[in-house]
């Protein structure tokens, strides 16, 4: 459940609001003035009335919008300038930073991501999405037959689990219209239970987005935050045979980072693992990976602050006449990297979430 700064149903209103103090330039676009909103686009906005804050808009402004059905993930924007047309005002914009539109606060959001708060945005066929479980909270799809190559008469098909429950804690402090220090961690509690049947052999690579999901906005004094995650699943290699084959990794990875001193600082990556597999069914040569890859984007005003992939992965490699025949190897790729735009920093920062492979069997050993 997350933490909210500011439990308040409506919008809030006024230069300081909970523990953030606005620059004087902010002025806040809610309710009122949001149902006279015509159109929406990148660089601009039309309403069919002055009315309310619309008033008080200067090519100076910066415009702080709450979340409405045209704009589902609120707006920070400047005002480059200002247009009156037949009624219609238009506000040609640009985007705006937070060091921008806060004067000095805190921003803290904090909590775990659970399926109950997302909704679901699209899936491929042979995905079903599973509800909510006693044992795991987080989203969850499960692979059912869901081709994942086909030509001609040769098919190869996915089948299992890939669940992602991500833990996020984000801190964003503003001093004199500047960040000066950011703290992120995330623990990601992750299943990869995938299994794959091909009637033949079969090279190439196919990545798949197997669904999306979006959060309900968090709205912490008058910030909005919207979280979104996608489940992506697929192959690289080849494999000289028919095939069967799967694995299954329990895997939980924290990593965290900071920005203090005008420098970021990484913590050391913390991770733990379970597996088991089915006995590989093939009868020649393989350099084959299956994979599958949640990614959590953290948006804040629709705009990318976080964005966390984790690729759980096994890899088949086989070669007759050698031995062991087979050998199977499980791994993790993956990154936690923070965008500087919307914060006002001169860079970006990643931070790896890679885990050298290792291998979990091999023909002599089962």
Known sequence: MLSYGCKKEEFSWGQTIGDITYSGNV????????????????????????????????????????????????????VNSIQTTDGEINVNTSPATLSEAIKEGTIKFSGRLVEKDFSLKSKADGVLVNGPAKSFDGLAVTLDNLEIMKEGTKIARLNGSIGISPEIDISIVIKFNQVTKVEVSATLSKIDEVSINSNSAFTGTRELTAAEFIHTPVVIDSVVFVPEVSIVTGYDGSVSSSLSAGVRQDRTITSGTRFEGMEWIDSPLDQ?????????????????????????????????????????????????NMTPFWRLSIGNEGQNSLNSDILGLSEDHVSSLSIQSSEIGNSNSR
């Open 272 to 320: 733990s693992v379970s597996f088991d597999f089915l006995t590989p069914a093939l009868t020649d040569n393989s350099d084959l990976e299956i994979f599958s890859e949640p990614e959590i984007r953290i948006l804040l005003f629709g705009m990318p602050l976080q964005t966390i992939t984790a690729k759980g992965y096994y890899s088949l490699k086989a070669q007759k």
């Open 27 to 78: 002025v806040f676009i809610g309710h009122e003035e949001l149902a006279s909103l015509k159109e929406v686009t990148s660089d601009r906005l039309v309403f069919t009335e002055k009315t309310g804050a619309l008033n008080d808009i200067t090519e100076m402004s910066i415009l702080l919008g709450g979340v409405s059905e045209k704009t589902p993930y609120g707006f920070l924007r400047a």
